[in-house]
């Protein structure tokens, strides 16, 4: 089966809400994440083992394991969504013929802060990646909901403060930092939601590569000539998950108000009906395959 097939598979199996619980749909984001995860497979030779932190529904991990790669783990911190994606891989089993040539992904409760070290993940992965939660939680967070985990992130004191809890940033510096291989390739996206993720404090838009440089220390080849306006090329429609009592679209719009949100968020887009809509990109860096904390950025040049 074609990988973009794969795809329409597991968006209509989350649809169809076989697991009860609402769970994280396949969003814009997730789409262009899976057109990256396919471009960087291309310059890995036959990787080995992938993380997919944040896994939620699991699609990322499938796609890894339709692509050859033996050993992909699933980590995720909401336990329903761990639940959701072995259903998952259980009905796909039984769906498509090609999946039973797969190695199969392990889905397992874990945080990305602490990638587990056990019997059943490699210390090392080729493949690094995540789809973060970038909006602040307009109501106590509750992330045994799939949905409401996949969403939030957690809320600083004031919108000069970095979000302690965004999971973006532990991604890279704890899990990529320890966790990625001699030539490993991390990607994931990058929304521009969060004043602090696009700017990091200082008064212009930095590309996020940029940012990783300036608060990790780390030394990315090709960081300083690249543009921030050219990074944020994707837009996704801003779905309002307004469950009763939940508050988004108000909070959304205060945090607007108290530039908490970068002006990538746009409460009316004119390019898409006045609808509200978010900026966003996908950062992919190598690590050297001789200097670990030398990465190189990666353009993998992702069409729309
Ligand atoms: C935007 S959703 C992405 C889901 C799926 N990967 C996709 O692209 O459709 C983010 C996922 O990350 C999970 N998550 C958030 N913070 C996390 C953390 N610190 N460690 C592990 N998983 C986390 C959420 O529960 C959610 O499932």
């Not at 980590?75 to 796909?92: F, I, P, T």
């Not at 590309?207 to 990790?216: E, K, S, T, V, Y």
């Not at 530039?259 to 006045?274: I, L, M, T």
Request: glycine share 6%; with cysteine; hydrophobic share 40%.
């Amino acid at each position: 089966m074609e990988n973009d097939a794969l795809l329409s598979w597991i968006e209509a199996d989350i649809a169809s809400c076989r697991c009860g619980v609402p769970e994280f749909p396949v969003t814009t984001m997730t789409r262009t994440l899976w057109s990256g995860i396919k471009a960087i497979a291309k310059l890995l030779d036959r990787p080995k083992a992938a993380l997919d932190a944040g896994s939620g529904s699991g699609a990322h991990s499938f796609l890894l394991a339709s692509l050859g790669v033996e050993n992909v783990q699933g980590l995720e911190r909401c336990g329903e969504a761990v639940a959701c994606a072995k259903d998952r891989a259980n009905r796909l089993h039984a769906a498509l013929p090609d999946a039973a040539n797969w190695a199969w992904p392990q889905f397992i409760q874990g945080c990305v802060e602490a990638v587990p070290r056990n019997s059943e993940l490699l210390d090392q992965f080729d493949i690094m990646t995540m789809n973060p939660p970038a909006f602040y939680t307009p109501t106590k967070i509750d992330i045994s909901r799939p949905l409401d985990s996949g969403l939030y992130t957690g809320n600083p004191p004031t919108p000069a403060e970095p979000d302690p809890a965004n999971p973006i940033n532990d991604f890279f510096r704890i899990a990529v930092s320890q966790r990625l291989a001699p030539g490993g390739i991390a990607i994931c996206t990058w929304p521009g939601i969060q004043a602090r993720q696009v700017t990091d404090g200082t008064a212009s838009k930095l590309h996020p590569a940029q940012i990783l440089m300036r608060r990790f220390n780390w030394q990315i080849e090709g960081a300083d000539s690249v543009l921030a306006e050219d990074f944020y090329r994707f837009s996704s429609k801003l779905a309002y998950n307004d469950s009763p009592g939940n508050g988004f679209r108000r909070y959304t719009h205060l945090c607007l108000e108290d530039g908490k949100y970068h002006s990538y968020v746009q409460r009316s887009d004119p390019e898409h009906q006045h609808q509200p809509t978010f900026a966003f990109g996908v950062l992919a860096i190598r690590r050297d395959t001789h200097v670990p904390d030398l990465f190189h950025l990666i353009d993998i040049n992702l069409q729309t």
